[in-house]
């Protein structure tokens, strides 16, 4: 094995570990270039600085609880992070493995397949550690806590170790499945999308359902209450404790040896056919389809049951996924996450004359989902080389690009509107009228808000981007989307706090509310008669 190789192997795959950032180096570069400017030297860089701020972080989070007396809340937070840190790393291995789309390049370069194989997994340790390394911090801590000697750095750093090993092999695990079912696959791009959505989805609900139950077994009677401890995760806390005891067998040294037996697989099993999983399998497929085309019964479909369907496929990328939906649940559980580790019981007694205020929430909130990173805000763009295609249909231009627009927007409203409704009548017990109000809000304000970034879309239009992130950052779009979120964060803030202020004050929360509907409604009417005048009619002499 070559390790100068690997090395170089190394420098290019730590390159795909994370697109976002590579976008933003490259843009930094375009403004301000550097002679001796090396990407991946940059990119390690940045991951070394966000390992060492998540370290620093989170030592002052653990260095005020005694862990020697709270073993349930040691398992907690060291299975928190280490299943945060096995998604993150299994979306960093499948974005270098098989998003790189590098194997054709390899294949005829005195490279084996191990050596690629190590090289990629190094390349996403950066990522994949950013999660797991406030652990050190913790073990650290709860080490010393429990041994009360030197001796404890030397078992933290250790036991890191294993927990690091063991994350990454869980996600080489991960991905080297899902590979295989995705290389086999004809809908690959399909089910990659679903996978990467999934993914970072899932980690958002899981840590968010784990903090909101633990928030509330906290509060219990004013006292820290411990956690039940956590199989496995125990096991760090066992073998400190009782290194030969039964527990410790159970929760650590048994799953240590499941680990290596793993480790064992992956060197002898998952590396050497690598080339053939990812490459060669992938090839054959390829030509299967195109020996033995799939027959399907003919259907007459219309030009707008077409467009319908390439519209849908120009929106299978994972990072847009997350960005349209994710984030408006994110800002959602951040704004009341706090009050639901008390309970409901404070939304119930909201009076439905307060609905004024559930509309000017709602309508902040459409506000800054309707982003230039949301569906509306790249629609367009993602036509890439169509567009071109498209103008000289015999479909006039604005048809087109309305259509899209309704399409886009029903798809970025109907998930959330669907959410927030349950979420308000079923889980906050809101009043109807509070949820109807907050949840009409929303969807007026991200329609025309969405016109807006539909709009810049257009101005801005670029069809020859590689990475979503260009869309994302073009016109300095991370300014304005931070404006957005922070700007009606400042607005609604005084707006709504304003108006409960007057309403308990002159005891009329009715006429308030009232008032401000009207006002809102009319600033949204008169931004929407804008749009119309200076974007949709514009369309029409094209």
Same mark, same amino acid.
Request: with cysteine; charged share 15%; hydrophobic share 50%.
């Given at each position: ?395 006039? &231009?604005?048809?087109? *690009?309305?259509?899209? +627009? =309704? %399409?886009?927007?029903? @798809?970025? /409203? #109907? !998930? ?13 017990? &809101?009043?109807?009228? *509070?949820?109807?109000? +907050? =949840? %009409?809000?929303?969807? @007026?304000? /991200? #329609? !025309? ?13 670029? &069809? ?79």
């Amino acid at each position: 094995m070559n390790w100068s190789t690997i090395w170089e192997l190394i420098k290019i795959n730590i390159l795909y570990s994370n697109p976002q950032s590579l976008a933003n180096l490259k843009k930094r570069q375009e403004k301000h270039p550097k002679e001796n400017f090396k990407a991946y030297k940059s990119m390690i860089r940045q991951q070394a600085l966000m390992i060492a701020m998540f370290l620093v972080i989170y030592l002052f989070m653990f260095i005020g609880v005694d862990f020697s007396h709270y073993p349930g809340l040691f398992s907690f937070d060291v299975a928190m992070f280490f299943i945060m840190s096995t998604l993150t790393a299994f979306s960093s291995l499948y974005t270098i493995f098989y998003e790189s789309n590098d194997l054709k390049l390899y294949i005829h370069l005195p490279v084996t397949s191990e050596e690629l194989y190590i090289a990629k997994i190094v390349s996403s340790l950066g990522m994949g550690a950013v999660f797991l390394m406030p652990l050190i911090s913790l073990l650290l801590i709860a080490y010393w806590q429990l041994l009360g000697n030197p001796l404890s750095i030397l078992v933290a750093i250790v036991l890191f170790l294993v927990l690091l090993v063991s994350s990454m092999v869980l996600a080489i695990y991960i991905n080297a499945w899902v590979g295989k079912i995705i290389v086999r696959s004809r809908k690959r791009k399909l089910i990659s999308t679903i996978m990467m959505f999934v993914s970072t989805f899932g980690a958002f609900v899981l840590i968010f359902a784990i903090n909101i139950s633990n928030n509330k077994r906290t509060m219990t009677d004013g006292v820290f209450t411990d956690y039940p401890t956590i199989p496995y995760f125990k096991g760090f806390y066992d073998v400190v404790q009782a290194p030969f005891s039964t527990a410790a067998l159970l929760n650590f040294w048994l799953p240590l040896l499941l680990i290596l037996a793993m480790v064992y697989g992956i060197v002898t099993k998952v590396m050497p056919t690598y080339y053939r999983e990812a490459f060669y399998i992938s090839n054959e497929n390829k030509v299967k389809q195109t020996k033995k085309p799939v027959n399907r019964p003919h259907q007459n479909q219309s030009l707008a049951q077409l467009l319908r369907k390439h519209h849908l496929l120009t929106l299978q990328n994972a990072t847009l996924l997350t960005q349209t939906y994710l984030m408006p649940l994110m800002y959602v559980m951040l704004f009341i996450g706090p009050s639901l580790s008390r309970g409901t019981g404070f939304f119930k007694h909201i009076s439905p004359d307060y609905f004024g205020v559930a509309l000017l929430f709602g309508v902040s909130l459409g506000v800054m989902c309707a982003t230039p990173t949301s569906f509306i805000g790249v629609g367009i763009s993602l036509e890439k080389d169509n567009f071109t295609f498209i103008k000289s249909l015999p479909i006039t &231009l604005k048809k087109f *690009l309305m259509d899209k +627009f =309704c %399409l886009l927007v029903g @798809l970025q /409203l #109907i !998930v959330p509107m669907v959410i927030y409704l349950v979420f308000g009548l079923f889980v906050l017990h &809101l009043h109807p009228l *509070l949820t109807i109000a +907050f =949840c %009409l809000g929303y969807a @007026l304000s /991200l #329609i !025309v808000q969405g016109e807006l970034m539909y709009r810049r879309d257009y101005r801005l239009l670029d &069809l020859k981007w590689q990475d979503m992130t260009q869309l994302f950052t073009r016109g300095d779009g991370q300014w304005l989307t931070m404006g957005l979120i922070f700007g009606n964060l400042i607005v609604a803030g005084v707006l709504g706090f304003g108006a409960v202020i007057i309403a308990n004050i002159i005891q009329q929360p009715l006429l308030i509310s009232i008032l401000l509907s009207c006002l809102i409604l009319m600033v949204l009417g008169l931004a929407q008669l804008w749009i119309q005048k200076t974007f949709w009619k514009s369309l029409e002499r094209l």
